[in-house]
């Protein structure tokens, strides 16, 4: 059962879970030296990005990277790269580094294998894993049309990446696959809403994407949710 972190606005909400992330990746840069944050895109985190980037940490000793991405050269607007660098890589995280899920392969499917041995930099369990969600109940970039989605959720795959053709969504995708995401010692569902919640609620009758993570005891999942629907 997930359990569920209610807040009254936006505001609490992301100032709340980007104390959260901090302390997380506090904890791991102390036990283990380094930490991992793996973040989605979207305009729900923005203002909570703004605020984690604020944070005083070692950034030094933390690597960020996507949970997917839009196939997409970094400099286009629907771009989560160029969103991680504009709102959370600036300021005190600045200093972080940062693993890019874009290569210059034409397709997705053709860049996985270096995009993959890039991840090798990260120590997992990554310390965080940040989901969002759609309104059709997708997180990461597993659609609920796409072609491949059973294999991105299956637990005995344990490939890092996979790629996705949303259909119903613009750009092919690259993504972390759950096996990817359950490996990480903290995952937080961030949602605004009550349209989201409602989805949220009915992930496990309607068989939505998301109900992999909600369903799933390995590493129960935290809902972060507010009322309002984020800009």
């Known amino acids: ?32 030296g380094q930490a991992s944050l793996a973040v989605s895109g979207g305009g729900t985190p923005k203002n909570m990005f703004r605020l984690l980037s604020h944070t005083e940490l070692d950034w030094a000793r933390v690597w960020v990277t996507l949970v997917d991405e839009r196939w997409v050269g970094a400099e286009h607007a629907d771009s989560n790269e160029r969103l991680v660098r504009e709102n959370l890589l600036q300021h005190a995280a600045a200093g972080a580094h940062f693993v890019s899920l874009k ?5 997705a499917e053709q860049g996985l294998a270096e995009v993959a041995a890039r991840l090798g930099e990260l120590q997992f369990p990554l310390s965080m894993v940040v989901l969002g969600m759609g309104g059709d109940g997708h997180t990461a970039s597993w659609f609920p049309q796409a ?20 259909v119903t969504a613009p750009h092919q995708r690259i993504t972390l696959t759950l096996s ?3 490996n990480s010692r903290d995952i937080a569902i961030h949602i605004t809403g009550e349209e989201k919640r409602a989805v949220l609620e009915r992930a496990n009758a309607q068989g939505y994407p998301i109900a992999a993570i909600l369903q799933q005891q390995q590493n129960p999942a935290t809902i972060w949710w507010a009322p309002d629907p984020a800009g």
């Open 1 to 32: 059962m997930s359990e569920w972190q209610c807040y009254k606005n936006n505001d609490e909400l992301d100032q709340a879970l980007a104390e959260h992330i901090a302390a997380r990746l506090q904890d791991d840069i102390a036990s283990y």
């Open 103 to 107: 290569s210059q392969h034409d397709d």
């Open 180 to 182: 990817a995401v359950l």
């Open 147 to 166: 072609v491949n989605l059973q294999q991105l959720l299956q637990h005995s795959n344990k490939a890092l990446l996979g790629a996705s053709d949303p």
